[in-house]
């Protein structure tokens, strides 16, 4: 595992942060976790990214041993279909709010959660702060910054699935 820092700097024109160099370091890397940190430098406000990252040597015709290629195909997997077609649903709610919440914040997707942190948080069947805890990655600043958006989209996703039940069986 390698670990790299990116420091990123509010663009007002772009209406974000410039990621043109993460976008490039990204399609090299295999992320492990990242970690983000908002500062203000001469009242200019920045990112400081910390990725810790396994590099692909997949595409850089390096040969690379059979284990290797086992880790990298278990890192690259496509995480929802590692889910059954009720969690699948839920992944793309939960991918869906990250997609509009790194829109409006100006980060990439996968600073707020990583498409593995989503399919963790589904097959655990988080309820908590602490559920969140467990997820490797989610630390306290995502908990702090993310964790009560999550949590109250799981929890309207119970409540919905509850009601739908309680109308078959003819509860409500």
Not at 35 to 59: A, K, Q
């Amino acid at each position: 595992m390698k670990t790299r820092i990116f420091s990123l700097r509010f663009s007002p024109t772009e209406e974000g942060f410039q990621t043109k160099d993460l976008d490039n370091f990204m399609k090299d890397s295999d992320i492990i976790s990242v970690s983000d940190h908002f500062f203000l430098h001469e009242g200019h406000p920045w990112l400081c990214l910390i990725v810790s990252y396994r590099e692909d040597n997949r595409r850089n015709d390096v040969p690379i041993s059979s284990k290797h290629v086992s880790t990298q195909s278990e890192v690259k997997k496509d995480w929802r279909d590692t889910l059954d077609d009720e969690r699948k649903q839920i992944f793309d709610l939960l991918r869906h709010w990250r997609a509009v919440k790194s829109q409006k914040d100006g980060l990439p997707p996968y600073v707020i959660l990583t498409n593995r942190q989503v399919a963790e948080i589904v097959q655990a069947n988080v309820t908590s702060v602490a559920d969140l805890r467990k997820i490797d990655g989610i630390g306290d600043g995502k908990i702090q910054r993310f964790g009560n958006d999550i949590l109250a989209i799981l929890q309207q996703v119970k409540q919905i699935t509850q009601n739908i039940e309680g109308v078959v069986d003819g509860e409500l």
